[in-house]
């Protein structure tokens, strides 16, 4: 059983910086890929990002590609998302995941955050 909690959202004008953190409870947290995911009032949840295991590799959504950035700290059981060059359509729930396979699927997720909003003023 993983528990993940989200930390950092909040408001922030277009072309500002935000960055959230995912804290894992648990021994295992280097056992698993962690995703970030965003759900804007509506819409389906979309897929943002994940990083490997070791944090070696990381892949993202066209939409956010060279704009966020995730991390992640196994000695802290901690994941982050670094966010720049934010825009108004970024506006969401952002939710972090924890998974056993790198994957863009929402169902390849086993663990979800309660979510953190993050919301981009025009």
């Known amino acids: 059983q993983v528990q993940l909690v989200e930390s950092g959202g909040g408001l922030v004008q277009a072309g500002g910086s935000l960055r959230l953190a995912c804290a894992a409870s648990g021994r295992t947290f280097s056992t698993y890929v962690m995703g970030w995911f965003r759900q804007a009032p509506g819409k389906e949840r979309e897929f943002v990002g994940f990083?490997?295991?070791?944090?070696?590799?990381?892949d993202y959504a066209d939409s956010v590609k060279g704009r966020f950035t995730i991390s992640r700290d196994n000695a802290k059981n901690t994941v982050y998302l670094q966010m720049n060059g934010l825009k108004p359509e970024d506006t969401a729930v952002y939710y972090c995941?924890?998974?056993?396979?790198?994957?863009?699927?929402?169902?390849?997720?086993?663990?979800w955050g309660q979510g953190t909003q993050v919301t981009v003023s025009s």
């Open positions: 995941a924890a998974g056993r396979v790198s994957s863009r699927s929402v169902r390849a997720y086993d663990y």
């Open positions: 990083v490997s295991m070791s944090g070696a590799r990381a």
